[in-house]
């Protein structure tokens, strides 16, 4: 797992090319009238989801991990909590890693949990349990790009 800020990268001076890349692509070419939905960075070893979501009690949210994209999630608008495990994930729920490269479980092990501000991201790597679209106080609306990429396109 990386977090830092889109805004700040030179914090994160360790942070791999290809995910700087994603992430200047993001600043440079999302905006608040860029359409929901899936929008092509290099096919499909990386793209971007757009989604407009509310988030809910934590009690109410899934976990979950992939196998083959890792995710940069990055707040556009609101306001995020953002739960998730340094162990391994426990047995899934829901495994649909062949078909949609998604497994579910209701939560990690010894979750932590962080708050993720407007142009805050966390990069998660394939096998690394989260939780998205938290609550903090009330639920509330949230405005996100989630960038999928391959581990094999690094």
Same mark, same amino acid.
């Given at each position: 797992?990386? !977090?830092?800020?889109?805004?700040?990268?030179?914090?994160?001076?360790?942070?791999?090319?290809?995910?700087?890349?994603?992430?200047?692509?993001?600043?440079?070419?999302?905006?608040?009238?860029?359409?929901?939905?899936?929008?092509?960075?290099?096919?499909?070893?990386?793209?971007?989801?757009?989604?407009?979501?509310?988030?809910?009690?934590?009690?109410?949210?899934?976990? *979950?991990?992939?196998?083959?994209?890792?995710? $940069?999630?990055? @707040?556009?608008?609101? *306001? *995020?909590?953002?739960?998730?495990?340094?162990?391994? +994930?426990?047995?899934?729920?829901?495994?649909?890693?062949?078909?949609?490269? $998604?497994?579910?479980?209701?939560?990690?092990?010894?979750?932590?949990?962080?708050?993720?501000?407007?142009?805050?991201?966390? @990069?998660?790597?394939?096998?690394?349990?989260?939780?998205?679209?938290?609550?903090?106080?009330?639920? +509330?609306? @949230?405005?996100? !790009?989630?960038?999928?990429?391959?581990?094999?396109?690094?």
């Amino acid at each position: 797992m990386i !977090a830092g800020n889109i805004h700040h990268l030179e914090l994160v001076p360790y942070l791999p090319a290809k995910l700087k890349q994603a992430i200047e692509y993001i600043k440079s070419n999302i905006t608040n009238d860029t359409p929901l939905g899936k929008h092509d960075i290099d096919g499909n070893n990386v793209f971007v989801l757009i989604s407009n979501d509310s988030t809910d009690e934590l009690q109410n949210r899934r976990a *979950e991990y992939h196998e083959r994209y890792l995710d $940069i999630q990055i @707040v556009l608008k609101g *306001e *995020e909590g953002m739960v998730f495990s340094n162990l391994p +994930a426990g047995t899934p729920t829901d495994n649909w890693l062949a078909d949609k490269d $998604i497994a579910f479980l209701p939560s990690g092990k010894q979750e932590r949990q962080m708050i993720m501000q407007e142009g805050d991201f966390v @990069v998660f790597y394939p096998g690394e349990v989260h939780k998205p679209l938290c609550a903090v106080g009330k639920p +509330a609306h @949230v405005r996100k !790009a989630v960038v999928k990429m391959l581990v094999s396109a690094l």
